[in-house]
């Protein structure tokens, strides 16, 4: 309580302070404070900038998205949804999965496009973990995210140092304020659960401006073993030097703990009864396997960012930085497979280039990072170093006033460990907006890369229609069978390997507004017919082969639009699953339904207001065996947005 009740001090603070600028009015262009950095027409972001730019001021300059084309999740898409975490801003994309392991801060997998192998991006940057290519969602700060941006599948490939199937950014808030802004963010929950975050914006001297944050977010253990806490910071500092050329530095910091109890053991539960539901979702009584398992995160990331117009019709976007990530697991006597800690360490450059003609558009991304491994495993010790260089450039034509927008694109990867080995890939894609209303796309790549036994082949169909009052989205990929290595703290042993035996999906969105009433959905159909490889140690990724996510909900303007409320109902259905693990099929539970009901209220565009009533009929379930999912619980909370 000390620590919330010096940042409310903190942010009271900050709304005495006056603008070191001169006094001009702020132009609103998408909410209080923040520039919305996502526009289906790229022009749009400049648009934006001369929208607020005023009279004796310098104009910023601001992140592009890597394609228009891409699935974007705005920040006022965000701030209405129902989420404790990042990983949960997903859970509305038709294409996407989260395997929930039930306990508040444990690391979940998100599966994209019928993968985990997902290469998650900060601000274009790679930030999967070098050794393990794994990336724990909790260390995304959610209230620093400006949008997210889901790249199609085809072009996944292209981005990061190593190449996955699939590529997801994460652009963060960029704030222009004339005056100091200030945001709080507090909700509680079941089970000592808490959130708290502080983020300050302000012109501290001419042309320079300051944003920071800072963040916890804790529970106490329900289950043996099972509590979390997550200390995290973000500061910039963006020198505008003129209209043309901004930089920005910046400093991330993770501190994140959590407890690994394995699940509930339930090899102990069958020798009292053989009803294991009776003392599996008991949190008083229920074993777990490790009482004592641990894992630690540090993190420390350092960037130095330019922006430049240098010529006209061309955009320059350049980054320096430095990563380093710790990862240990305390108690190794219980997982004595499993290395001890890993230190990774990784400097490097990436250089986006866009050049603008009158019907054509090139990007090129090229990337060097050199990263210092250090892995500790009981007994021995193992330093390594490995060198990254990558060059992709994308070709596009725009055609027939960009209604018709083929684009080509190629990637050629260096990998150097004491053995240099080089990948390609290439592919192509074709954007259509014919009708004002209706998008089509269709993409296709084919690609080699680290960890993976052959070529990829990805197929990507999708159409988009967008009217007043009804939008649907529909989507269709197809992947080949390719294998990729992930250790996550969460399994055995570090030869346990993840098959991704390629994927066939089917999904899409769906919503329909009528007056303030609204109905939503987003459905998903595996078509993969996945099967044993009868290798030891092979486990395909357990996802249900139908998910569901419905809602209906109230939501609209009232009182003279000085409420903005969504409340309602939210309905979420997943199928049986199954999965290999060694040689052997398993069928997780499945064919549940949980209710819950949220409401989300947006007063005068300057506060929050959050309310969910989750799992409404105390469900008891789990999407990874044996690891009990939430039951029945309230969480609500406030955010303001502080101006002075």
Same mark, same amino acid.
């Given at each position: 309580?000390?620590?919330?009740?010096?940042?409310?001090?903190?942010?009271?603070?900050?709304?005495?302070?006056?603008?070191?600028?001169?006094?001009?009015?702020?132009?609103?262009?998408?909410?209080?404070?923040?520039?919305?950095?996502?526009?289906?027409?790229?022009?749009?972001?400049?648009?934006?900038?001369?929208?607020?730019?005023?009279?004796?001021?310098?104009?910023?300059?601001?992140?592009?998205?890597?394609?228009?084309?891409?699935?974007?999740?705005?920040?006022?898409?965000?701030?209405?949804?129902?989420?404790?975490?990042?990983?949960?801003?997903?859970?509305?994309?038709?294409?996407?999965?989260?395997?929930?392991?039930?306990?508040?801060?444990?690391?979940?997998?998100?599966?994209?496009?019928?993968?985990?192998?997902?290469?998650?991006?900060?601000?274009?940057?790679?930030?999967?973990?070098?050794?393990?290519?794994?990336?724990?969602?909790?260390?995304?700060?959610?209230?620093?995210?400006?949008?997210?941006?889901?790249?199609?599948?085809?072009?996944?490939?292209?981005?990061?140092?190593?190449?996955?199937?699939?590529?997801?950014?994460?652009?963060?808030?960029?704030?222009?304020?004339?005056?100091?802004?200030?945001?709080?963010?507090?909700?509680?929950?079941?089970?000592?659960?808490?959130?708290?975050?502080?983020?300050?914006?302000?012109?501290?001297?001419?042309?320079?401006?300051?944003?920071?944050?800072?963040?916890?977010?804790?529970?106490?253990?329900?289950?043996?073993?099972?509590?979390?806490?997550?200390?995290?910071?973000?500061?910039?500092?963006?020198?505008?030097?003129?209209?043309?050329?901004?930089?920005?530095?910046?400093?991330?910091?993770?501190?994140?703990?959590?407890?690994?109890?394995?699940?509930?053991?339930?090899?102990?539960?069958?020798?009292?009864?053989?009803?294991?539901?009776?003392?599996?979702?008991?949190?008083?009584?229920?074993?777990?396997?490790?009482?004592?398992?641990?894992?630690?995160?540090?993190?420390?990331?350092?960037?130095?960012?330019?922006?430049?117009?240098?010529?006209?019709?061309?955009?320059?976007?350049?980054?320096?930085?430095?990563?380093?990530?710790?990862?240990?697991?305390?108690?190794?006597?219980?997982?004595?497979?499993?290395?001890?800690?890993?230190?990774?360490?990784?400097?490097?450059?990436?250089?986006?280039?866009?050049?603008?003609?009158?019907?054509?558009?090139?990007?090129?991304?090229?990337?060097?990072?050199?990263?210092?491994?250090?892995?500790?495993?009981?007994?021995?010790?193992?330093?390594?170093?490995?060198?990254?260089?990558?060059?992709?450039?994308?070709?596009?034509?725009?055609?027939?006033?960009?209604?018709?927008?083929?684009?080509?694109?190629?990637?050629?990867?260096? #990998?150097?460990?004491?053995?240099?080995?080089?990948?390609? %890939?290439?592919? *192509? !894609?074709? @954007? +259509?907006? =014919?009708?004002?209303?209706?998008?089509?796309?269709?993409?296709?790549?084919?690609?080699?890369?680290?960890?993976?036994?052959?070529?990829?082949?990805?197929?990507?169909?999708?159409?988009?229609?967008?009217?007043?009052?009804?939008?649907?989205?529909?989507?269709?990929?197809?992947?080949?069978?390719?294998?990729?290595?992930?250790?996550?703290?969460?399994?055995?042993?570090?030869?346990?390997?993840?098959?991704?035996?390629?994927?066939?999906?089917?999904?899409?969105?769906?919503?329909?507004?009528?007056?303030?009433?609204?109905?939503?959905?987003?459905?998903?159909?595996?078509?993969?017919?996945?099967?044993?490889?009868?290798?030891?140690?092979?486990?395909?990724?357990?996802?249900?082969? #139908?998910?569901?996510?419905?809602?209906?909900?109230?939501? %609209?303007?009232? *009182? !003279?639009? @000085? +409420?903005? =409320?969504?409340?309602?109902?939210?309905?979420?259905?997943?199928?049986?699953?199954?999965?290999?693990?060694?040689?052997?099929?398993?069928?997780?539970?499945?064919?549940?339904?949980?209710?819950?009901?949220?409401?989300?209220?947006?007063?005068?565009?300057?506060?929050?207001?959050?309310?969910?009533?989750?799992?409404?009929?105390?469900?008891?379930?789990?999407?990874?065996?044996?690891?009990?999912?939430?039951?029945?619980?309230?969480?609500?909370?406030?955010?303001?947005?502080?101006?002075?």
């Amino acid at each position: 309580m000390t620590i919330k009740f010096i940042l409310l001090i903190f942010a009271s603070v900050t709304i005495m302070l006056r603008a070191q600028a001169k006094d001009t009015l702020y132009v609103d262009t998408t909410k209080a404070g923040i520039i919305d950095t996502v526009s289906a027409d790229t022009t749009g972001l400049l648009n934006a900038q001369k929208t607020i730019a005023k009279k004796d001021t310098t104009t910023p300059l601001y992140q592009r998205p890597f394609n228009s084309a891409s699935t974007f999740i705005s920040r006022k898409e965000i701030d209405f949804m129902d989420y404790r975490y990042t990983g949960d801003l997903f859970d509305h994309f038709g294409m996407g999965f989260l395997r929930n392991f039930g306990f508040v801060g444990h690391p979940n997998e998100l599966i994209l496009y019928g993968t985990n192998a997902v290469g998650f991006l900060d601000d274009g940057i790679y930030t999967n973990n070098r050794l393990s290519r794994y990336y724990n969602l909790n260390l995304m700060a959610s209230e620093m995210i400006d949008s997210i941006e889901i790249i199609r599948s085809p072009r996944g490939f292209l981005f990061g140092p190593v190449s996955n199937p699939v590529s997801v950014n994460f652009i963060k808030r960029d704030i222009y304020s004339l005056r100091p802004y200030a945001r709080i963010k507090f909700y509680e929950g079941p089970g000592g659960e808490a959130f708290i975050d502080a983020i300050f914006n302000a012109i501290v001297f001419p042309d320079f401006i300051f944003t920071f944050d800072i963040s916890n977010r804790n529970i106490d253990s329900s289950y043996s073993n099972s509590d979390f806490s997550i200390w995290q910071g973000d500061a910039h500092l963006k020198y505008l030097i003129s209209n043309d050329v901004s930089l920005t530095a910046s400093y991330a910091y993770n501190d994140y703990n959590a407890a690994l109890n394995g699940g509930v053991n339930v090899d102990s539960i069958v020798q009292l009864t053989s009803n294991i539901d009776l003392i599996l979702y008991d949190n008083l009584r229920a074993p777990v396997y490790f009482r004592q398992r641990r894992t630690n995160i540090l993190q420390h990331n350092v960037g130095l960012r330019l922006f430049a117009i240098p010529f006209a019709n061309t955009f320059t976007d350049f980054n320096v930085y430095y990563r380093f990530d710790k990862n240990e697991i305390i108690n190794p006597a219980d997982y004595p497979d499993f290395p001890q800690s890993n230190k990774n360490k990784s400097a490097g450059a990436l250089l986006t280039q866009d050049i603008s003609l009158a019907f054509a558009e090139l990007k090129v991304m090229a990337q060097y990072e050199r990263t210092d491994t250090k892995r500790s495993m009981p007994g021995s010790q193992l330093n390594y170093n490995t060198n990254y260089f990558t060059l992709a450039p994308i070709f596009s034509l725009n055609l027939i006033d960009s209604s018709i927008v083929p684009s080509f694109y190629y990637k050629i990867q260096n #990998i150097s460990n004491g053995i240099s080995k080089v990948y390609n %890939g290439l592919g *192509f !894609d074709l @954007s +259509l907006k =014919l009708l004002k209303h209706l998008d089509l796309y269709g993409g296709y790549s084919i690609y080699k890369s680290a960890g993976l036994s052959d070529n990829v082949n990805t197929v990507e169909l999708s159409a988009n229609l967008n009217l007043e009052s009804v939008k649907l989205r529909a989507d269709f990929i197809n992947r080949n069978e390719s294998y990729l290595q992930i250790e996550s703290p969460l399994y055995a042993s570090v030869n346990e390997y993840y098959s991704d035996l390629g994927a066939s999906l089917l999904g899409g969105n769906f919503s329909l507004k009528l007056w303030n009433i609204l109905f939503e959905t987003t459905a998903y159909y595996d078509l993969s017919k996945h099967k044993s490889s009868g290798i030891d140690s092979i486990r395909t990724i357990a996802s249900p082969q #139908i998910k569901l996510t419905g809602g209906l909900y109230l939501d %609209g303007s009232f *009182f !003279d639009e @000085s +409420l903005y =409320l969504k409340t309602g109902f939210a309905v979420n259905y997943n199928s049986k699953q199954r999965y290999f693990y060694l040689g052997n099929e398993y069928v997780l539970a499945g064919r549940f339904v949980t209710v819950d009901y949220t409401l989300v209220g947006e007063i005068k565009k300057r506060a929050y207001a959050y309310f969910t009533w989750e799992n409404l009929f105390d469900e008891t379930y789990y999407i990874v065996p044996y690891y009990p999912m939430f039951r029945r619980g309230i969480r609500f909370g406030v955010a303001w947005e502080l101006f002075n």
